[in-house]
C-alpha cells in the first residue's frame, strides 16, 4: 500500500528556534498534502492544504508566517514552525493524497514536537 | 460548512462481543464520502472503512461494518467479535469532494472529535 513517512518523529527544540518537518510519499506521487496539528486525546485540526508548485492555503486561524509550508516536488512537503513557543508543542501528521485517486489520503507516522 | 459529531468520548467492550460507535454529519451536499479512522497508541491513522454516499449499500470490511443512514445523516461503525488490537481512537470523518479541478479545497477531512475504544479481555 502507499506510504508515507515523516521526519523527524520527534524532535525537541529551544524557545525561539526554527524547526522543519518533512513529508514525503514514498510510492505514489501526491499532488496535494495536508498538515494537521493534534493535542492529546483530541481530533487533528487541519492547518493547511499543500499543492505541488503552488502556494499553500492555511485554514482560517492559522499564522501562515509562523506555519511555513512548501510543496517543492509531487513527493515532498515540509513544514517550518518559525520562532517556536512552548504552545507550538504539539503532534503534527501530514497525509498525502495519491493523484491517481480522488479520495483517499495516506497519512504520515507524526512528529511530536516539543519546544523548551 | 460540514460538522461531524461524535458523542460517544469513550467506549468499553469484552474482547469477541460487538461494540458501536455512532457519528452523525451535517452537510447539504448530496455527494460526499464518509470515512471510520484507527488511531492507535502508536499513533498512526489507519483507515477503517469507506462510504460513498451515492451507494445504498453499507459498506463492509471483515470484522467491521457500517450502518449508513444518508436521511438521518448518520454514520455509525460496527465491530464485530472484537479483538484486544482493536483497542484505539476512532475518528469519524467527513470528505466533500470539489468540482473543481486542482481546487484547494479538494480532499480537505472533517473529522468528528473520537471515540476512546477500549477492549478488555
Known amino acids: 500500500g502507499a506510504v508515507v513517512s515523516q521526519h523527524p518523529s520527534r524532535v525537541i527544540c529551544k524557545s525561539g528556534t526554527s524547526v522543519k518537518i518533512e513529508c514525503r510519499s514514498l510510492?505514489?506521487?501526491?499532488?496535494?498534502m495536508f498538515w494537521y496539528r493534534q493535542f492529546p486525546k483530541q481530533s487533528l485540526m487541519l492547518m493547511a492544504t499543500?499543492?505541488?508548485?503552488?502556494?499553500?492555503?492555511?485554514e482560517q486561524g492559522v499564522e501562515k508566517d509562523k506555519f511555513l509550508i512548501n510543496h517543492a516536488s509531487l513527493t515532498l512537503s515540509t513544514l517550518t514552525v518559525t520562532s517556536a513557543h512552548p504552545e507550538d508543542s504539539s503532534f503534527y501528521i501530514c497525509s498525502a493524497r495519491d493523484r491517481r485517486d480522488s479520495y483517499e489520503q495516506y497519512f504520515g507516522p507524526g512528529t511530536r514536537l516539543t519546544v523548551t | 460548512a460540514q460538522t461531524v459529531t461524535q458523542s460517544q468520548p469513550e467506549m468499553s467492550v469484552q474482547e469477541a462481543e460487538t461494540v458501536t460507535l455512532s457519528c452523525t454529519y451535517d452537510t447539504s451536499e448530496n455527494n460526499y464520502y464518509l470515512f471510520w479512522y484507527k488511531q492507535p497508541p502508536s499513533r498512526q491513522m489507519i483507515l477503517v472503512i469507506r462510504?460513498?454516499?451515492?451507494?445504498?449499500q453499507n459498506a463492509t470490511e471483515n470484522r467491521f461494518s457500517v450502518n449508513f443512514q444518508k436521511a438521518a445523516k448518520s454514520f455509525s461503525l460496527k465491530i464485530s467479535d472484537s479483538q484486544l488490537g482493536d483497542t484505539a481512537m476512532y475518528f469519524c470523518a467527513f470528505m466533500k469532494p470539489d468540482v473543481n479541478a486542482g481546487g484547494t479545497s479538494y480532499g480537505k477531512l472533517t473529522f468528528g472529535q473520537g471515540t476512546i475504544l477500549t477492549v478488555h479481555p
Open positions: 462510504q460513498e454516499a451515492y451507494k445504498q
Open positions: 499543500s499543492n505541488e508548485g503552488s502556494k499553500a492555503t492555511y
Open positions: 510510492d505514489f506521487q501526491a499532488t496535494t
